[in-house]
């Protein structure tokens, strides 16, 4: 009995179970028994809260991973975008500052390429992005 009172976890009781009466023994197991029970329940809560919660956090991950690819595109794609908004404005200047055709403005769509039309030679430029 004394190495049965070593082995239980916590602190001791008050009163040992061998100085109990059998009723109140009784009483101490159902306590043991339920308090047992509840503690195999949480754990099992706890290790499916777990389980969701580093599914949760994969799948975001793997949306964070997307998102970023996405931002890396766009900024590729801005700044192709600006690279051609600037060889259109050098095209431009150039026109005016050979005083012809300054009436003729730059034709840009910037859809999926950018297209360039240049005022004093008429020639198109186009820019894949």
Do not use: Y
């Amino acid at each position: 009995e004394i190495l049965n009172l070593q082995m239980r976890p916590g602190i001791k009781p008050k009163r040992l179970d061998e100085d109990l009466g059998e009723e109140e023994l009784i009483i101490r197991e159902r306590k043991r028994k339920s308090n047992k029970e509840t503690a195999a329940k949480r754990r099992i809560e706890f290790k499916k809260t777990v389980a969701m919660l580093e599914s949760t956090m994969a799948n975001l991950e793997s949306e964070n991973e997307s998102i970023e690819n996405e931002v890396a595109m766009l900024k590729t794609k801005i700044a192709r975008i600006e690279a051609a908004l600037i060889l259109s404005a050098e095209i431009r200047d150039l026109s005016i500052s050979s005083d012809t055709a300054p009436d003729k403005q730059d034709n840009i769509s910037v859809e999926n390429d950018v297209s360039v039309t240049c005022p004093s030679c008429s020639r198109k430029l186009l820019i894949k992005l």
